[in-house]
């Protein structure tokens, strides 16, 4: 049971998945506002911030917004992989690797675009895989890490 109220789930077409989506879609909105916001900021002489830094950060940001639902993060992503919710879950996801990589700056129109947000979208999702099976207390009480232990 994804533990939404039946009446609450029979408002949606996709049911429990379309809130799911929704709540993804709205995490992905804060995440871009942010980038813009502080790309507002940047004063025009300030050095520019490594884009190894900025990609860290910024997928770093996103997968700790997640955290409040922690405990039940996995049932959201199993409603939206369903076959009939994985294209705009996808799409969603796309969406969000290509804000990240304009927010870093890139301006490739050549096979880079593509190599680039697939490894960006790569090690998204391993850290997302990897956060979900993290049950150490370490991760309770220090929440994510991106190092290159």
């Known amino acids: 049971s994804s533990g939404i109220n039946a009446e609450y789930g029979g408002m949606f077409k996709l049911g429990g998945a379309e809130i799911a989506l929704h709540y993804d879609q709205s995490l992905n909105d804060d995440l871009e506002d942010i980038m813009a916001q502080q790309q507002d900021e940047r004063q025009p002489d300030a050095p520019e911030v490594p884009i190894a830094h900025f990609l860290k950060d910024a997928i770093k940001t996103r997968l700790e917004m997640q955290l409040p639902h922690y405990e039940r993060w996995s049932e959201g992503l199993a409603l939206i992989l369903d ?67």
């Open 83 to 149: 076959p009939k919710v994985a294209p705009k879950a996808t799409k969603q996801f796309a969406h969000l690797i290509d804000d990240i990589w304009f927010y870093a700056g890139d301006k490739s129109t050549n096979i880079n675009w593509y190599t680039r947000r697939a490894s960006v979208a790569a090690i998204y999702g391993m850290t997302e895989l990897y956060m979900l099976q993290d049950k150490s207390q370490s991760f309770r009480r220090h929440g994510l890490s991106l190092t290159e232990e």
